[in-house]
């Protein structure tokens, strides 16, 4: 199946938050590939798409099983786009390993922003939608996004790997702009931002 088939015929999901149990506990592998889990694809693209973020996970709809779904460029600006169930990460060996600190943000912690190190070089092994085995070479951003997204099946968030100092940072961001997002978001837009909130 063509990812650009996975791209039509979803529906916007809530985003599930920090906090909730689902975002801070292992899922479970996908053995099933049916409809069910094509629809939950679709429906996640739409999600994504709806919240403009380039990465998210099924934990981020609430669901327990371990797939995400992508669209993200690499260090070349090329776009690259799928699903990836079952993900295992690879980065390079210490002595060949580039970090890169960039600013990270997740969907589920919405408006907050703060910097972390992370390989600029990941290669992702999985499966796609129908169980076929899949590669994904990531690079720049997409490397950020795929260790990103399966630190989330394996219920880590990227505030668990900040440091107290920015771990508390990106809290109060988060804080200061809970209120641009409503509780069903993005099923319910962002609201504008309103500079009397952050007088």
């Not at 085995?133 to 399966?150: F, N």
Request: aromatic share 6%; with cysteine.
């Amino acid at each position: 199946m063509n990812v650009e088939d996975l791209m039509t015929g979803g529906s916007v999901l809530p985003i599930t938050r920090w906090g909730e149990p689902v975002m801070h506990a292992p899922t479970t592998p996908v053995t099933v590939f049916d409809e069910e889990l094509t629809q939950l694809a679709r429906d996640m693209f739409a999600t994504m798409g709806a919240s403009q973020g380039v990465g998210l996970a099924a934990t981020q709809v609430g669901q327990g099983i371990s797939m995400f779904v992508f669209m993200c460029p690499d260090d070349d600006d090329v776009m690259h786009a799928g699903v990836v169930c079952n993900p295992v990460v690879t980065l390079p060996d210490l002595k060949d390993r580039n970090l890169e600190e960039g600013e990270e943000g997740c969907l589920s912690f919405p408006g907050a922003y703060e910097e972390l190190a992370r390989p600029d070089h990941a290669v992702c092994h999985g499966q796609d939608v129908e169980g076929n085995a899949i590669e994904v070479v990531g690079t720049g951003l997409l490397a950020r996004c795929l260790q990103h997204e399966t630190d989330h099946l394996s219920g880590i968030v990227f505030g668990d790997r900040l440091n107290g100092k920015r771990r508390r940072s990106l809290r109060k961001k988060a804080e200061e702009m809970a209120y641009r997002y409503p509780a069903d978001w993005p099923i319910s837009e962002k609201l504008p931002f309103d500079p009397e909130q952050h007088r």
